[in-house]
């Protein structure tokens, strides 16, 4: 009997689960974000808080899946044409996207440095889905070498420091223009951040779950 009941619950929940999808997109549209993935460009997803390969060791969200502003989505796709152009050609892996509210308290609460985590009372550019954090790649989706794995909290990860290998440094350098050029603004601390162009302007911070 307790086993019946056990079943019928999980059940229901699963069953209110797969409704609340769609609840999750149309909330996600309506604020102007959209599915990277659906935009059917070169890219490739490696979205590291889904899973426990990042600096809290921990799962932060339940999804894999990515979202960005449109306006921050379009720069991308750009960055992603001006990529191509380049003598040696690549495109990129995403590490995050659109982040909720709720995961970026739980960030702050492993690392409370403003130098890299952005304080919840504030809210950071992922948490209005106008910044993405990345990494050049192949056309198979192998990351090329920068100069830190993402999350480094070391000065190597800065994009002022020096000491690197002459083709390291050169793929950062290019990285930046690339990502400049696009409409993106970069984070001195951190080599694979970079902002949207105009992120302070009618862009609120958002706590609406990613859907599965």
């Given at each position: 009997m307790k086993r019946a009941w056990l079943i019928t619950l999980l059940f229901a929940f699963n069953a209110v689960s797969v409704t609340a999808q769609p609840a999750l997109e149309d909330a996600l549209t309506k604020a102007g974000l959209v599915d990277v993935a659906a935009l059917q460009a070169p890219l490739f997803f490696d979205i590291r808080y889904a899973t426990p390969r990042n600096f809290t060791k921990q799962k932060i969200y339940d999804s894999p899946r990515c979202f960005l502003h449109k306006d921050a989505a379009q720069a991308l796709l750009k960055a992603v044409e001006l990529a191509a152009k380049q003598k040696e050609p690549f495109t990129f892996c995403l590490w995050d996207c659109y982040r909720p509210l709720s995961a970026q308290k739980?960030?702050?609460q492993a690392v409370p440095?403003?130098?890299y985590v952005a304080p919840p009372a504030k809210g950071s550019r992922h948490n209005r889905g106008m910044a993405v954090?990345?990494?050049p790649c192949d056309f198979n989706g192998t990351p090329l070498p920068m100069p830190t794995e993402f999350d480094n909290f070391t000065k190597r990860?800065?994009?002022d420091f020096y000491d690197l290998p002459p083709d390291v440094l050169n793929r950062r350098e290019?990285?930046?223009?690339i990502m400049t050029q696009a409409g993106f603004t970069y984070t001195r601390t951190e080599w694979w951040h970079f902002d949207k162009t105009g992120?302070?302007?009618n862009h609120p911070v958002l706590d609406i779950e990613l859907p599965l």
């Open positions: 739980k960030l702050w440095n403003p130098s954090d990345l990494t990860a800065h994009m290019t990285l930046k223009k992120w302070k302007t």
